[in-house]
């Protein structure tokens, strides 16, 4: 019997240890998420809510009263129910006063008396409202009944200045946010299903984690107690009394599903040039040739003198020169099994945001790029 030498007894058992690694990780179970993360019961929702209003007390920086009329209207308006009455043609120039609206999303269950919170914006052209203060506002749902009445003291997460024709502005100053600014004062009635069943909404219109909801509910709660209506909607029998039916729901939003894997999806922001992929998206082998084309124009002063004692005048002129760069395309194979290698590839010739954006839409249209292209 030949003796195997230590050092290589202890290679082969890294090597072992090695791929026992690797095993304990393919084997690793996928993250469980928790139903009240993958869906939400139907008919249980927020409330868009909206209103027109004043803002006074600013520092100079409201509107300009020549340019908007309604902040005057508004305001006449509004000493009028006070029971002050101007003078027929009175001119005001205010500037301390901005017109704005005013949102908030009324969430559900809300009882009157609760406090939410509402932002403030600027529809004039007020240079900040730093400072203001929102008068007495009610603010209606879609059905034009009031829900809520805001007011208080607005803060702008935003600083600016200015003098002698200068100004510096940090963040936006036109809008601002009022915490537990509105009062509701109505109640938008909700029910949680019918009398023996409600109805569970998933987020996203998905065939394989609609089916594991169903499964868990059952093997949990009890077979026949989930049924999957389509790839969105889980009919769920539920208890007739309301507190019953509030645990059996807290029961239900805590169990644990294995969703689904994410479809390949790679979203484009046309307008700031992001461009945002996730793990499942992946490339088949082709070829890309990137390469920048830029246009640079320029304008140098021209002066003509005129001759000795003919009496004319000196005249500047300006002649413009136009020159046009195209840097040399390079052409990279590209193949992407997974994100990483998507990234290196386009990195590698050089791609900037935006030219990213021309890239995957030729490499979709060539049918090179395995993933939905949204572009927002």
Known sequence: MTAIPFPTIRRRAAALLALLGLLLVAAAPVQAQRIKDLAAVQGVRSNQLIGYGLVVGLDGTGDQTTQTPFTVQSLTTMLSQLGVT??????????NVAAVMITAMLP??????????????SIGNAK?????????????????QVYAMAQGNILVGGVGASAGGTSVQVNHLSVGRISGGATVERTVVMSLGGEAE??????????????????????????????????????VAAPAGTGERVAFLARIEGLEVQAASARARVIVNARTGSVVMNQAVSVDVCAVAHGNLSVVI??????????????????????????????????TMVRGANLSDVVKALNAIGATPQDLLAILQAMKASGALRAELEII
Not at 108 to 121: C, N, R
Not at 312 to 328: L, M, Y
């Open 128 to 144: 900040s409202l730093r400072g203001g203060t929102l008068l007495l506002t009610p603010l209606r749902g879609a059905d034009g």
């Open 298 to 331: 320029t304008t140098e002063p021209v002066i003509s003198q005129p001759g000795p004692f003919s009496g004319g005048q000196t005249v500047q002129a300006e002649r413009a020169q136009i020159e046009i760069r195209q840097d040399k395309g390079l052409l």
């Open 198 to 235: 409600i109805l569970l909404g998933v987020h996203g219109s998905d065939f394989t984690t609609t089916s594991r909801i169903v499964d868990v509910i059952n093997g949990n709660i009890g077979a026949g107690t989930a049924t999957a209506v389509d790839g969105r909607t889980i009919r």
């Open 108 to 121: 559900p269950f809300a009882t009157p008396g609760q406090a939410i919170d509402v932002t403030v914006s």
């Open 86 to 95: 101007l003078p027929p043609g009175a001119s005001l120039q205010l500037k």
